[in-house]
């Protein structure tokens, strides 16, 4: 499995400099993650910082290394409803939200399974991707009520500080198995050289990283589960043209073009892509049949 190493910021750090940004590409860090809620307030830098990792490549003097793919974290705990929490990190990003390949679902305090899928629901109805952050401990030390199987449907993002970069969760064995993991926090606060302050160090699934049509659900299609997708991919492409608002029309314009590459193949695709068409169709006035 190829992987991309990365980085994740929180507000500790301020505002990173576009130097700061370039040291971090030629040292081949291609994924910049940057906390958008912290569970109790939001971080004032993370548009800004999510811009630069995200234009670094197009500033002059232009140097020959690669694109960064972002994401965000948003820490869901006790005191804060999902929604809130969700909705606070998505104004956070502010203009950088439908540019991110993910939105991680932070989970590091007392809660329950119930409030990690409402997060999830609330991120797909924004036209996010979901993972979910946590690790370990959160399990072993029954932080987390309810059926923790309910939980592993959405990709992993997990932290354990065993200082060897790989993707195997299995080597944790208070996490629930088999469990998708797209990302491992592997190594915690430490400095770079070159670098004026401290970061932890992870690893993630490129190809899922990259790709934000990953391949998940590629179960062939019946006759009648055609003719659904294709009037799901219609009603979403008139929303292209119709009098929606801008933001909808660029969400339907990414939706249209992926619902389309897997209705093409005659396979399902994700089952998030059909909910956030759903959730698109609702915002737009229009509901989905």
Same mark, same amino acid.
């Not at 290394?65 to 409803?81: D, K």
């Not at 292209?240 to 933001?247: L, Q, S, Y």
């Given at each position: 499995?190829?992987?991309?190493?990365?980085?994740?910021?929180?507000?500790?750090?301020?505002?990173?400099?576009?130097?700061?940004?370039?040291?971090?590409?030629?040292?081949?860090?291609?994924?910049?993650?940057?906390?958008?809620?912290?569970?109790?307030?939001?971080?004032?830098?993370?548009?800004?910082?999510?811009?630069?990792?995200?234009?670094?490549?197009?500033?002059?003097?232009?140097?020959?290394?690669?694109?960064?793919?972002? !994401?965000?974290?948003?820490?869901?705990?006790? /005191?804060?409803?999902?929604?809130?929490?969700?909705?606070?990190?998505?104004?956070?990003?502010?203009?950088?939200?439908?540019?991110?390949?993910?939105?991680?679902?932070?989970?590091?305090?007392?809660?329950?399974?119930?409030?990690?899928?409402?997060?999830?629901?609330?991120?797909?109805?924004?036209?996010?991707?979901?993972?979910?952050?946590? !690790?370990?401990?959160?399990?072993?030390?029954?932080?987390?009520?309810?059926?923790?199987?309910?939980?592993?449907?959405?990709?992993? /993002?997990?932290?354990?500080?065993?200082?060897?970069?790989?993707?195997?969760?299995?080597?944790? &064995?208070?996490?629930?198995?088999?469990?998708?993991?797209?990302?491992?926090?592997?190594?915690?606060?430490?400095?770079?050289?070159?670098?004026?302050?401290?970061?932890?160090?992870?690893?993630?699934?490129?190809?899922?990283?990259?790709?934000?049509?990953?391949?998940?659900?590629?179960?062939?299609?019946?006759?009648?589960?055609?003719?659904?997708? &294709?009037?799901?991919?219609?009603?979403?492409? &008139?929303?292209?043209?119709?009098?929606?608002?801008?933001?909808?029309?660029?969400?339907?314009?990414?939706?249209?073009?992926?619902?389309?590459?897997?209705?093409?193949? !005659?396979?399902?695709?994700?089952?998030?892509?059909?909910?956030?068409?759903?959730?698109?169709?609702?915002?737009?006035?229009?509901?989905?049949?």
């Amino acid at each position: 499995m190829i992987t991309f190493k990365g980085l994740d910021f929180s507000v500790y750090q301020r505002e990173i400099s576009m130097a700061n940004v370039r040291r971090f590409a030629e040292r081949d860090f291609r994924v910049a993650v940057v906390g958008s809620w912290h569970g109790g307030s939001d971080n004032p830098y993370a548009e800004e910082n999510l811009r630069k990792f995200r234009i670094h490549h197009t500033v002059e003097p232009v140097i020959d290394v690669g694109r960064f793919h972002t !994401g965000t974290y948003m820490i869901v705990n006790a /005191w804060h409803s999902p929604r809130e929490s969700i909705e606070r990190g998505v104004a956070a990003c502010g203009n950088e939200w439908d540019s991110l390949s993910f939105a991680a679902i932070d989970v590091e305090q007392e809660g329950d399974v119930d409030t990690v899928l409402r997060a999830e629901e609330e991120i797909l109805r924004r036209g996010g991707r979901p993972c979910l952050y946590t !690790g370990g401990w959160v399990f072993g030390n029954g932080l987390i009520r309810g059926r923790l199987q309910d939980l592993t449907h959405i990709p992993l /993002w997990y932290s354990h500080y065993s200082l060897s970069p790989g993707l195997d969760s299995t080597r944790d &064995r208070r996490l629930p198995q088999p469990w998708k993991t797209i990302g491992h926090q592997y190594r915690g606060t430490h400095t770079v050289p070159g670098i004026n302050f401290e970061i932890d160090a992870n690893v993630f699934d490129a190809a899922w990283v990259a790709d934000y049509g990953w391949k998940e659900g590629e179960d062939k299609m019946t006759d009648e589960e055609k003719r659904k997708m &294709r009037e799901l991919e219609e009603q979403v492409g &008139r929303l292209t043209v119709e009098n929606a608002t801008v933001r909808n029309r660029r969400r339907a314009s990414r939706l249209f073009g992926m619902l389309s590459e897997w209705a093409d193949a !005659g396979e399902k695709g994700p089952s998030w892509l059909r909910q956030q068409c759903r959730y698109l169709l609702a915002d737009s006035g229009t509901i989905p049949e």
